[in-house]
């Protein structure tokens, strides 16, 4: 059962590269998202999509972008890297049902920006 | 805009004491609300989640919550812990299903 898998787990890069973050799920789930988490903010929500080709803003958007051509996979591309986008990330998915209602979660990208 | 705010950024617990880790939502509709977990270096997974149904509801390894919303509270309990259940716990808010607001998070220390 993979769920929903992350690559890479680890990546540092210097201010100003691209990188793009993979996030895959074998559930058919209509829903994903990316959050990113730092210490004493919780999850904030970067961008999330309910469906192939229909992405949209979260929270804190700014730097990143996301495109969804396929029910399976959501990657999230930081266009010019900055140590402000020093954070983990988190990928989920969701069938979007409240009554089913969960979200499932990668196990996370540390990306470290110098 | 919905938002959940969680009391506490640390809490510390003996083993075999009762946890009591708490949540408020704010929702201008009915919410769906959800607890999270997350161990070191993992994840989140759900611990429990209300959808409307009973108020009082039974999640994993021993752990439940109560609906309040007259005190728009969801304080997540679990009468005894153990060493395991040292982790990070978050509360969540959704209206839709689609997206989901997450509290800062509390961690959890339980004491030997």
């Known amino acids: 059962n993979a769920g929903v898998t992350q690559t890479p787990k680890f990546q540092v890069l210097k201010t100003g590269q691209s990188m793009t973050l993979q996030c895959a799920q074998d559930m058919n789930h209509e829903y994903m998202s990316w959050y990113r988490q730092d210490p004493g903010m919780g999850l904030r929500l970067i961008h999330y999509s309910v469906g192939a080709g229909i992405t949209d803003q979260g929270e804190v958007p700014n730097g990143y972008n996301v495109s969804r051509s396929t029910t399976e996979d959501f990657p999230l591309r930081l266009l010019s890297a900055a140590p402000s986008q020093t954070s983990v990330y988190f990928c989920?998915?969701?069938?979007?049902?409240?009554?089913?209602?969960?979200?499932?979660f990668g196990e996370g990208s540390r990306l470290t920006v110098l | 805009a919905q938002s959940v705010t969680q009391l506490g950024s640390h809490v510390s617990v003996s083993e075999g004491a009762l946890v009591l880790l708490r949540c408020n939502y704010s929702?201008?509709?009915?919410?769906?609300l959800f607890w999270y977990v997350q161990y070191p270096n993992q994840g989140l997974q759900l611990l429990l989640k209300y959808t409307s149904a009973a108020t009082l509801v039974k999640g994993i390894n021993g752990f439940e919550a109560e609906f309040k919303k007259s005190e728009t509270s969801f304080h997540l309990t679990k009468p005894s812990a153990h060493m395991s259940d040292a982790a990070e716990y978050f509360c969540?808010?959704?209206?839709?299903?689609?997206?989901?607001?997450f509290g800062t998070g509390t961690s959890l220390t339980v004491i030997p």
């Open positions: 929702s201008s509709v009915p919410p769906y």
């Open positions: 969540a808010v959704s209206d839709n299903g689609n997206q989901f607001y």
């Open positions: 989920a998915s969701s069938s979007g049902s409240l009554n089913t209602g969960e979200l499932f």
